[in-house]
């Protein structure tokens, strides 16, 4: 077992009957998707899962969990997912996808959200390793950008085959930007706070915990 998958399969302690659980996208998610679904069926735990993202819908159908949509409930009692960075006060990155609205809305909803994740994703600072992304409105995306410039650098997000702009399952466009001399607040408020900008990837003191593996252990990190 692999630290992805050992994680995923420590965060199933926290799954009971009748729950309604946030599923998260990416690989480590995908593991915990997996693990879910068989104990689901073991032990006849009546779990019902929401998905962030279409790809995660898929992998749930097929793993033979009971997808309701987002639209159907007002709050979640679990949502587990990863991260491509995590800060020592568990302030995440995330958004190198494309579903930052669903992601966050779910995160927020969730009475327990918990970040999986092996140990390559701990950093001192949120922006370290990856540009922050903001999710803007296509008419939007220059004026953001002309007011993110003063702040940092970065461009528009272009598609994987290089012939166009990235667009998110919402239909926005995605500005990636890196911020050398604003902490981690300061960012949140300034994102937060710009017309145009529907999300960013900062989900600044919304982790409950996040559970961390590397060489075949698991650590546990909990909000104070």
């Known amino acids: 077992m692999n630290d992805k998958e050992l994680v995923a399969h420590q965060a199933l302690q926290y799954v009971s009957e009748n729950m309604i659980v946030g599923l998260g996208t990416g690989s480590t998610a995908n593991y915990f998707i997996d693990a879910l679904a068989k104990r689901n069926k073991e032990e006849n735990l009546k779990i019902r899962a929401v998905s962030s993202s279409v790809v995660s819908m898929i992998k749930a159908k097929e793993a033979g969990l009971p997808i309701i949509a987002m639209e159907q409930i007002k709050e979640i009692d679990l949502y587990i997912d990863g991260a491509d960075e995590i800060a020592p006060d568990l302030t995440l990155l995330k958004g190198r996808g494309y579903d930052l609205v669903r992601e966050k809305l779910l995160a927020r909803s969730a009475k327990k959200f918990i970040v999986i994740a092996d140990e390559s994703k701990l950093v001192k600072k949120i922006g370290d390793n990856f540009p922050i992304p903001s999710e803007v409105q296509p008419f939007a995306w220059e004026l953001v950008k002309n007011i993110l410039i003063k702040k940092g650098t970065g461009d528009i997000r272009i598609n994987a085959a290089k012939d ?61």
């Open 164 to 224: 166009g702009y990235a667009i998110t399952s919402c239909g926005n466009f995605v500005l990636d930007f890196n911020y050398p001399e604003k902490s981690t607040e300061e960012l949140n408020a300034l994102l937060s706070q710009t017309p145009g900008i529907v999300e960013h990837g900062i989900f600044y003191n919304i982790a409950h915990g996040a559970l961390i593996s590397s060489n075949g252990k698991v650590r546990e990190i909990w909000k104070n």
